[in-house]
C-alpha cells in the first residue's frame, strides 16, 4: 500500500506565497514522475507541474514563472513553491505520483489540501 501526504496549504493574501509538500510511503522500489494538479470550485482537475526522476521539470503556462517544483529522491517528497498567488489560484491542490512496489507499477494521489487567495 502506498500513501501520499500533502502538506502546506492555507490562506494566503494576493501577492503572497505558499509551499506545498507531499511525501509517499510504503513498500516503494522506485517513485517515477511526480506531479501537482489542481481543482478549482466548478472546475476540472488539471495538471499544472511535474518531475521527472532526474529533476526535468515542465509547467503549465498559468504557473510558469511563479510556481517550482522540486523534489527530494531520498525522501519520496515533491514540493510545490509558488508565489505571486493570485485569487485565482484558489483551488484544491493534489499530488500525483507513478510508484513501484516489488511487482505492480501504479498512479497514487494525495487527499488533496485547500489553497485559497483572498485579502
Known amino acids: 500500500q502506498v500513501q501520499l501526504v500533502e502538506s502546506g496549504g492555507g490562506l494566503v493574501q494576493p501577492g503572497g506565497s505558499l509551499r506545498l509538500s507531499c511525501a509517499a510511503s510504503?513498500?516503494?522500489?522506485?517513485?517515477?514522475?511526480m506531479s501537482w494538479y489542481r481543482q478549482a470550485p466548478g472546475q476540472h482537475r488539471e495538471l499544472i507541474a511535474n518531475?521527472?526522476?532526474?529533476?526535468?521539470?515542465t509547467y503549465d503556462n498559468s504557473v510558469r514563472g511563479r510556481f517550482s517544483i522540486s523534489r527530494d529522491n531520498a525522501k519520496n517528497e515533491v514540493n510545490l513553491d509558488m508565489k505571486s498567488l493570485q485569487p485565482e489560484d484558489t483551488a484544491i491542490y493534489y499530488c500525483?505520483?507513478?510508484?513501484?512496489?516489488?511487482?505492480?507499477?501504479?498512479?497514487?494521489w494525495g487527499q488533496g489540501t485547500q489553497v485559497t487567495v483572498s485579502s
Open positions: 518531475i521527472n526522476p532526474t529533476g526535468r521539470a
Open positions: 500525483r505520483a507513478v510508484v513501484s512496489l516489488s511487482s505492480t507499477t501504479g498512479i497514487y
Open positions: 510504503g513498500r516503494i522500489v522506485r517513485v517515477g514522475d
